[in-house]
């Protein structure tokens, strides 16, 4: 071979690979297959024997329908935590649960098989229950399979399972020998359509339209004795109803007009009992007449007023809100007809003096929507109301994101009036394990190594009480509230249990509690969050999790919230028939924790057209690139240097974003480096570099980034950055086990970097504009700003045969080329001067002084104009301006 014959040269970067990304990129038939890869591999299976890991105590969901837009966006952001965190650490633990007993259960069933519970045996009824719920948990699955949620599906749990049973019926003791529940007879609060009592926590607001009913109460006696004949007072009230159930009538101790009713008595209309007047100061003196009716039970006020005084009982509406005999000719009838059928008799006799339209709020069981009524039941309750400054103290041990929902937990606490009433008169649900003694009613409480047990079929665990002796013992029939048992979850998993052998609690998972994150939404910090802390602190006497990630809710386009009764709900199904998984994903990213949103089309589209700007910029990467990663060369091109050193800032950004579940500002901050500098800067000068042949230090620094760029996009993206990372650099791994990226001690200066990219795109624009190809060539650039170090790369990247760089600023003219005026604040100002300053403007006849504009004899202050200038170069060339430089071609 003769010295002057060109060397052999290399098989070019794009025959080596051309094939590994052959064609576009099709979500609809990759997402799927990744979808069943990741479950059949067991990609995501929690290693027990790891050295480090993350927990995450998962929200069950309660098996009551299909997915909404709600699920996708929270399952969507547990999985952007697991996965950064299976990255980041060695393992993750995250698990999936069903809440599949309780109240929704049974509604479920009830009217998916056009059933009544009351109609079967409890346990034939729960069969039937079970048959249902699994038939919705499978389908359920599958839907979230289908989201790329990454959970491990070996660690999936029931909350009607045996062991769960267990545990919870296990919690029931330990909190019954501490001394922590008790079982009375008192006012509960009740359901009447699910006719079960509730507790506080499964109350909630609805505004109601009624009728404010002003009533005459005839005064039997003063507090100074006899009342003239004829004599009465005014009670107004929204359910007269409650009449017959009257037992006192109360007057502020500051109402003057009203205390010589105090200490006397007045005859109910109707229903004729007399009932004695109180002066108490929980009256409302701003509310109707200022004097109130007590009925037991109307509300929380007439219980405390019950209680405190020590009041008769008188129940005239029963467990499914239909008047008891104590109605009178009302008897039988629901509470709604007989409030009417009142009305019109009160009309008849003349004591209704005026019944008006009225808008209040009014509490509802928030499964059903139906109005709550107050009873005297025997229930089981744990108790709260001696707690609360250390159920507070125990919130304020745990880190919040976003850290303003503490104050949700906090204010929830500081307005408890009930202890938790735990017991419910339903049939789907966890047995209260106790039996009571015939005789003396004392209760027997089943042994630890029975449960879990159900007393309505199974034997207690003596033949007689242990207090009395009588042999007589009858099944608790009432279960568990659903939140006594989901509130276990932490427990649940860890496998919190009884040891006998040593007398003692024991964890089968130790290394699992407390858990590192309980991810849930802001409308259930009440419910699930509260009681988790309330039961897992009183078991362990430490809180369940060290951290609280808190979701907001997903609403409509009209920033209402989504629900079957306005018909705008968005089913999930829906969406990605038309949108990819990732692109959903991509879309549930773009919202700050913590806050409620609209939703909307565009970012699902924004996230499609990142999809494929991701897939056609790894494409020319692979084009450019060899098939093995080259060696890092001794010394790297000035922009090498420095887009690694930015790609070292972004990693170290990143991974403090998701260490502070800051997904939307890790999702955009990632977007706009990888989109604008990344594809639209450094691609087109790597390209450029290369069209000429190898280069070490571009192909090892667009290699290394790009690599880089698809494990930090993993969590969010996860389909195409595991088909990308399959085809581009290990078929037989999963790019979501492998390591999160960590800094490579670049150093450069980003400053003069970022300066060079926006020179680079200025000259880009003016090639644009002036309908030149890019590859054109320009003869003369001058840059003023500094681009130190990167000459050579702006000249190369962008064809210019002379670049000179100055660190001064150019002879640049700046002239006033307008007066933009805030006509808001102008216009009442000055009114119909407002002509002539404008003509003195068009005119130029005006004078700035400093932040005043003085014009057609008036005075405008800095907030009611703008000063808009014009800049202009005085040398040879045409320019441009870029946020930090000026570029001048010649």
Same mark, same amino acid.
């Given at each position: 071979?003769?010295?002057?014959?060109?060397?052999p040269?290399?098989?070019?970067?794009?025959?080596?690979?051309?094939?590994?990304?052959?064609?576009?990129?099709?979500?609809?038939e990759?997402?799927p297959e990744?979808?069943?890869?990741w479950v059949?591999?067991?990609?995501?299976?929690?290693?027990?024997?790891?050295?480090t890991?993350?927990?995450i105590?998962?929200p069950?969901?309660?098996?009551?329908?299909?997915?909404?837009?709600?699920?996708?966006?929270?399952?969507?952001?547990?999985?952007?935590?697991?996965?950064?965190?299976?990255?980041?650490?060695?393992t993750?633990?995250f698990p999936f649960?069903?809440?599949?007993n309780g109240?929704a259960?049974?509604?479920?069933?009830?009217?998916?098989?056009?059933?009544?519970?009351?109609?079967?045996?409890?346990?034939?009824?729960?069969?039937?229950?079970?048959d249902?719920?699994?038939?919705?948990?499978?389908?359920?699955?599958?839907?979230?399979?289908?989201?790329?949620?990454?959970?491990?599906?070996?660690?999936?749990?029931k909350?009607?399972?045996?062991?769960?049973?267990?545990?919870?019926q296990?919690?029931?003791?330990?909190?019954?020998e501490?001394?922590?529940?008790?079982?009375?007879?008192?006012p509960?609060?009740?359901?009447?359509?699910c006719?079960?009592?509730?507790?506080?926590v499964?109350?909630?607001?609805?505004?109601? /339209?009624?009728?404010?009913?002003?009533? #005459?109460? +005839?005064?039997?006696? $003063?507090?100074?004795g006899? @009342?003239? *004949?004829g =004599?009465?007072?005014?009670?107004?009230?929204?359910?007269?109803?409650?009449?017959?159930?009257?037992?006192?009538?109360?007057?502020?101790p500051?109402?003057?007009?009203?205390?010589h009713?105090?200490?006397?008595t007045?005859?109910?209309?109707?229903?004729?009992?007399?009932?004695?007047?109180i002066?108490?100061?929980?009256?409302?003196?701003?509310t109707?007449?200022?004097?109130?009716?007590?009925?037991?039970?109307?509300?929380?006020?007439?219980?405390?007023?019950?209680?405190? /005084?020590?009041l008769?009982?008188?129940? #005239?509406? +029963?467990?499914?809100? $239909?008047?008891?005999?104590? @109605?009178? *000719?009302? =008897?039988g009838?629901?509470t709604?007809?007989?409030?009417?059928?009142?009305i019109?008799d009160?009309?008849?006799?003349?004591?209704?003096?005026?019944?008006?339209?009225h808008?209040?709020?009014?509490?509802?069981?928030?499964r059903?929507?139906e109005?709550?009524?107050?009873?005297?039941?025997?229930?089981?309750?744990?108790?709260l109301?001696?707690?609360?400054?250390?159920?507070i103290?125990?919130?304020r041990?745990?880190?919040?994101?976003p850290?303003k929902?503490?104050?949700?937990?906090?204010?929830?606490?500081e307005?408890?009036?009930?202890?938790?009433?735990?017991?419910?008169q339903r049939?789907?649900?966890?047995?209260?394990p106790?039996?009571?003694?015939?005789d003396?009613?004392?209760?027997v409480?089943?042994?630890?190594?029975?449960?879990?047990?159900?007393?309505?079929?199974?034997?207690?665990?003596?033949?007689?009480?242990s207090?009395?002796?009588?042999?007589s013992?009858?099944?608790e029939?009432?279960?568990?509230?659903?939140?006594?048992?989901?509130s276990?979850?932490?427990?649940?998993?860890?496998?919190?249990?009884?040891?006998?052998?040593?007398?003692?609690?024991?964890?089968?998972?130790?290394?699992?509690?407390?858990?590192?994150?309980?991810?849930?939404g802001?409308?259930?910090?009440?419910?699930?969050?509260?009681?988790?802390?309330?039961?897992?602190?009183e078991h362990?006497g430490?809180?369940?999790?060290?951290?609280?990630?808190i979701?907001?809710?997903?609403?409509?386009?009209?920033?209402?919230?989504?629900?079957?009764?306005?018909?705008?709900?968005?089913?999930?199904?829906?969406?990605?028939?038309?949108?990819?998984?990732?692109?959903?994903r991509?879309?549930?990213?773009?919202?700050?924790?913590?806050?409620d949103?609209?939703?909307k089309?565009?970012?699902?589209?924004?996230g499609?057209?990142?999809?494929?700007?991701?897939?056609?910029?790894s494409?020319?990467?692979?084009?450019?690139?060899?098939a093995?990663?080259?060696?890092?060369p001794?010394?790297?091109?000035?922009?090498?240097?420095?887009?690694?050193?930015?790609?070292?800032?972004?990693?170290?950004?990143?991974?403090?974003?998701?260490?502070?579940?800051?997904?939307?500002?890790?999702?955009?901050e990632?977007?706009?480096?990888?989109?604008?500098?990344?594809?639209?800067?450094?691609?087109?000068?790597?390209?450029?570099?290369?069209?000429?042949g190898?280069?070490?230090?571009?192909?090892?620094?667009l290699?290394?980034?790009?690599?880089t760029?698809?494990?930090?996009?993993?969590p969010?993206?996860?389909h195409?950055?595991?088909?990308?990372?399959?085809?581009?650099?290990?078929?037989?791994?999963?790019?979501?086990?492998t390591?999160?990226?960590?800094?490579?001690?670049?150093?450069?200066?980003?400053?003069?970097?970022?300066?060079?990219?926006?020179?680079?795109?200025?000259?880009?624009?003016?090639k644009?504009e002036?309908g030149?190809p890019?590859?054109?060539d320009?003869?003369?650039?001058?840059?003023?700003?500094?681009v130190?170090?990167?000459?050579d790369?702006?000249a190369e990247?962008m064809?210019?045969?002379?670049?000179?760089?100055?660190?001064?600023?150019p002879?640049?003219?700046?002239?006033?080329s307008?007066?933009?005026?805030?006509?808001?604040?102008?216009?009442?100002?000055?009114?119909?001067?407002?002509?002539?300053?404008?003509?003195?403007?068009?005119?130029g006849?005006y004078?700035?002084?400093?932040?005043?504009?003085?014009?057609?004899?008036v005075?405008?202050?800095?907030?009611?104009?703008?000063?808009?200038?014009?800049?202009?170069y005085?040398g040879e060339?045409?320019?441009?301006?870029?946020e930090?430089?000026?570029?001048?071609?010649?």
């Open positions: 071979m003769s010295d002057t014959q060109d060397p040269q290399e098989e070019s970067t794009a025959d080596q690979s051309a094939d590994a990304l052959d064609g576009e990129y099709d979500p609809r990759v997402e990744w979808q069943d890869r059949a591999d067991e990609t995501y299976a929690y290693d027990e024997d790891a050295d890991r993350f927990t105590d998962t069950p969901p309660t098996v009551s329908g299909n997915l909404h837009m709600g699920h996708l966006y929270q399952f969507t952001l547990q999985d952007f935590v697991a996965r950064y965190h299976r990255m980041a650490d060695d993750v633990y649960g069903y809440d599949d109240i259960s049974e509604r479920l069933t009830e009217r998916e098989l056009g059933i009544r519970h009351q109609d079967f045996t409890r346990r034939e009824f729960q069969e039937k229950c079970r249902v719920c699994t038939e919705y948990e499978d389908e359920f699955t599958q839907d979230v399979q289908s989201l790329a949620i990454s959970v491990d599906w070996d660690n999936t749990y909350t009607i399972a045996p062991n769960v049973q267990r545990v919870s296990l919690s029931f003791l330990d909190l019954y501490k001394g922590r529940e008790y079982r009375q007879r008192a509960t609060i009740w359901c009447p359509d006719e079960t009592a509730i507790s506080q499964e109350q909630e607001d609805k505004d109601k /339209h009624t009728k404010f009913n002003d009533i #005459a109460f +005839d005064l039997v006696e $003063t507090g100074e006899s @009342a003239d *004949d =004599a009465t007072f005014t009670i107004s009230t929204t359910r007269p109803e409650l009449l017959p159930a009257c037992v006192a009538v109360f007057v502020h500051e109402d003057d007009d009203n205390q009713l105090v200490g006397g007045a005859r109910v209309p109707i229903f004729e009992q007399e009932v004695p007047i002066a108490d100061e929980r009256v409302d003196m701003e109707g007449s200022g004097i109130v009716m007590c009925c037991t039970f109307g509300d929380q006020n007439d219980i405390e007023w019950y209680q405190a /005084h020590d008769p009982l008188r129940l #005239a509406i +029963d467990e499914s809100a $239909t008047m008891t005999d104590l @109605a009178g *000719d009302y =008897a009838m629901h709604t007809e007989a409030r009417e059928a009142i019109e009160l009309a008849e006799e003349g004591s209704l003096l005026e019944s008006r339209d808008e209040h709020t009014v509490q509802v069981h928030e059903c929507e109005e709550v009524e107050y009873l005297v039941t025997e229930q089981w309750y744990i108790e109301l001696d707690k609360k400054e250390e159920y103290e125990a919130g041990q745990m880190n919040w994101f850290e929902m503490v104050t949700r937990y906090e204010h929830w606490i307005g408890l009036e009930w202890d938790w009433c735990i017991s419910r049939d789907s649900g966890i047995p209260i106790v039996w009571y003694c015939d003396c009613g004392e209760p409480l089943a042994e630890r190594d029975q449960l879990p047990v159900d007393p309505l079929s199974d034997d207690p665990p003596i033949d007689a009480c207090d009395c002796g009588h042999g013992l009858t099944p029939e009432d279960v568990f509230d659903t939140w006594a048992t989901s276990l979850t932490p427990l649940v998993n860890a496998g919190w249990d009884w040891d006998a052998d040593a007398e003692d609690f024991t964890w089968e998972n130790p290394e699992l509690y407390p858990f590192d994150l309980r991810p849930q802001h409308d259930i910090i009440s419910f699930w969050l509260f009681h988790t802390v309330v039961k897992c602190y362990t430490e809180v369940p999790f060290e951290n609280v990630m979701n907001g809710m997903v609403l409509d386009e009209n920033r209402e919230a989504m629900s079957k009764s306005k018909g705008n709900v968005i089913p999930p199904s829906e969406v990605l028939e038309q949108f990819p998984v990732d692109a959903a991509y879309w549930a990213a773009g919202t700050s924790i913590g806050d949103f609209p939703y089309e565009g970012d699902l589209e924004a499609e057209r990142l999809l494929q700007k991701l897939w056609n910029a494409r020319l990467v692979d084009q450019l690139t060899p093995e990663r080259p060696a890092e001794d010394d790297l091109a000035a922009v090498d240097e420095w887009l690694l050193a930015e790609l070292d800032a972004t990693v170290e950004s990143l991974t403090e974003r998701f260490e502070a579940y800051e997904f939307s500002k890790a999702r955009n990632l977007r706009t480096f990888f989109w604008n500098t990344f594809c639209d800067d450094y691609l087109e000068i790597a390209k450029q570099r290369l069209a000429d190898r280069d070490q230090s571009t192909e090892f620094t290699l290394t980034a790009h690599r760029f698809l494990q930090l996009f993993a969010f993206l996860p195409i950055t595991e088909e990308l990372w399959t085809r581009l650099y290990d078929a037989d791994a999963s790019v979501h086990t390591d999160w990226p960590t800094t490579g001690g670049y150093e450069a200066d980003l400053d003069a970097g970022e300066t060079a990219m926006e020179v680079v795109s200025a000259l880009r624009r003016y644009t002036h030149l890019l590859n054109a320009l003869d003369h650039v001058e840059v003023y700003g500094h130190a170090g990167f000459e790369a702006i990247a064809h210019v045969d002379t670049l000179e760089a100055h660190d001064e600023a002879d640049i003219t700046t002239e006033v307008g007066i933009d005026l805030d006509y808001s604040l102008v216009g009442p100002e000055f009114g119909s001067e407002v002509g002539a300053i404008d003509a003195a403007i068009e005119d006849d004078e700035i002084d400093g932040d005043k504009l003085h014009v057609a004899g005075t405008l202050t800095d907030e009611m104009f703008a000063v808009e200038e014009s800049r202009t005085s060339g045409e320019m441009t301006e870029t930090s430089a000026v570029v001048v071609v010649r």
